[in-house]
């Protein structure tokens, strides 16, 4: 407890000098004058993460205030700010903004930093038509992702490699184990991985929140409605307004009748219905949600044509099915509460042990939907471990209706952007 005899003081000149000096740096970017910033920024002992800082009443970054300098005071001519060119714009002070934010990245700018408007700096860019400004920081926002998503999988490394050398020190102090401890040993590792939490799921975007986990929604009692399933906290889970998104998906995956599908997450059931209109052969579906699948078996799924309903994890079953030789045409990822990790595994480890050569396969892309520049982020990062796993990917555009009054009674709105990119995978030749 802090003793209330003491008096502490706060120099309010130095809160003064600090915030004079965050004003220097921010003006600093605003004009493009680099050889300043770089003295700012690199000498700077009381302001930490210099950068990084924020003005008070814009909450603009340095980044932010490099980009919104390069907007025109003049309207656009013949619709030039759509092609992201402003022909009355100084060029140099163009070519100038492009320096100065190179120079900010390379001395750790958050490419994702919200300003009070809740504009990242890329938003910025797209908002003012400065396409050169907004590819740079799409390619920093996947430098970004792809670095934590790489030291993810080398955390997980690590891990592994910390219990065999624990296993390794636990076997030289005492060799003399029984046979049965190990077993014990080895099943409270496993417990305690499976008690792990999980992330919020990408593929959902925001919608969950912060606070939702795998295990959370699982034991979550879900709500159907009509045009919409909401989880206990009132996350959508899954939505009416994106059939027309499944309706393409389920036609572009089975073009003809007599194909063999996999759909992991049922949900609503939107995309199984424009699945079985296709007059599938076999039709598996992994559904993990208790809730869901006695809501499948109250309206019949299991009776339908050729399909078959696996309860559980899509983790826990696929391995079984690659194991028993299972193989199908087309499969569709759409689930709820899983991070891009779980994502990734996904394509890269299980579904070249279930699809067909000549198969194609697709996900519900709703990846960083919240706003445009994480959408544009997340689609070059899938590219690129699409490659990495041995798919080709090609997009169709799809446009979304306004969806403002679809998000009454919604914790939070999975979707903003105006067009959605339809994905359709195959092996690579």
């Given at each position: 407890m802090?003793?209330?005899?003491?008096?502490?003081?706060?120099?309010?000149?130095?809160e003064i000098q600090i915030d004079l000096q965050v004003q220097e740096i921010l003006l600093a970017a605003s004009q493009h004058d680099i050889p300043k910033l770089r003295r700012l920024i690199r000498s700077q002992e009381a302001v930490p993460n210099a950068a990084n800082v924020k003005d008070t009443e814009t909450g603009y970054s340095p980044l932010h205030a490099a980009i919104a300098a390069c907007e025109s005071d003049d309207e656009p001519v013949n619709?030039?700010?759509?092609?992201?060119?402003?022909?009355?714009?100084?060029?140099?002070?163009?070519?100038?903004?492009?320096?100065?934010?190179?120079?900010?990245?390379?001395?750790?700018?958050?490419?994702?930093?919200?300003?009070?408007?809740?504009?990242?700096?890329?938003?910025?860019?797209?908002?003012?038509?400065?396409?050169?400004?907004?590819?740079?920081?799409?390619?920093?926002?996947?430098r970004?992702?792809?670095?934590?998503?790489?030291?993810?999988?080398?955390?997980?490394?690590?891990?592994?490699?910390?219990?065999?050398?624990?296993?390794?020190?636990e076997g030289s102090e005492d060799a003399e184990k029984t046979q049965d401890e190990h077993a014990t040993t080895a099943e409270q590792t496993t417990t305690d991985e499976q008690a792990a939490p999980e992330l919020v799921d990408v593929t959902q975007v925001e919608a969950a929140g912060p606070d939702v986990s795998q295990s959370r929604y699982l034991d979550s009692n879900l709500t159907f409605q009509q045009d919409r399933l909401l989880d206990q906290d009132q996350n959508g889970v899954m939505m009416a307004w994106e059939s027309d998104i499944m309706a393409k998906s389920a036609k572009k995956l089975l073009p003809t009748p007599g194909l063999r599908v996999l759909n992991v997450g049922h949900g609503m059931g939107i995309v199984d219905g424009f699945l079985q209109e296709q007059s599938p052969a076999a039709h598996h579906i992994i559904e993990a949600h208790p809730d869901v699948v006695a809501e499948m078996k109250r309206k019949g799924w299991h009776?339908?044509?050729?399909?078959?309903?696996?309860?559980g994890r899509w983790q826990d079953i696929l391995p079984t099915l690659v194991g028993e030789g299972e193989q199908f045409d087309a499969i569709y990822y759409d689930t709820f509460a899983e991070s891009y990790g779980d994502f990734r595994e996904f394509f890269s480890e299980q579904v070249i042990g279930l699809l067909d050569q000549e198969g194609k396969w697709s996900f519900f892309n709703g990846m960083g939907a919240d706003r445009q520049i994480s959408y544009d982020v997340y689609q070059k990062v899938v590219e690129m471990d699409l490659f990495e796993a041995g798919f080709d990917i090609e997009w169709e555009e799809i446009a979304v209706p306004t969806l403002e009054e679809e998000w009454n009674g919604v914790r939070r709105p999975y979707w903003r952007i105006e067009k959605y990119r339809l994905p359709l995978c195959r092996y690579m030749d």
């Open positions: 802090a003793d209330p005899n003491i008096d502490i003081q706060i120099d309010p000149n130095a619709g030039a700010q759509a092609n992201g060119v402003q022909p009355s714009q100084d060029q140099s002070a163009v070519e100038s903004g492009v320096n100065t934010v190179r120079f900010l990245l390379q001395e750790g700018a958050i490419w994702n930093d919200l300003d009070l408007s809740n504009e990242t700096p890329g938003c910025i860019a797209k908002r003012i038509g400065q396409n050169e400004l907004y590819e740079m920081i799409v390619d920093a926002g996947v970004a992702e792809l670095l934590l998503n790489r030291l993810d999988g080398y955390e997980e490394l690590s891990e592994m490699d910390e219990d065999e050398d624990e296993d390794e020190e009776e339908k044509p050729g399909v078959k309903i696996h309860e």
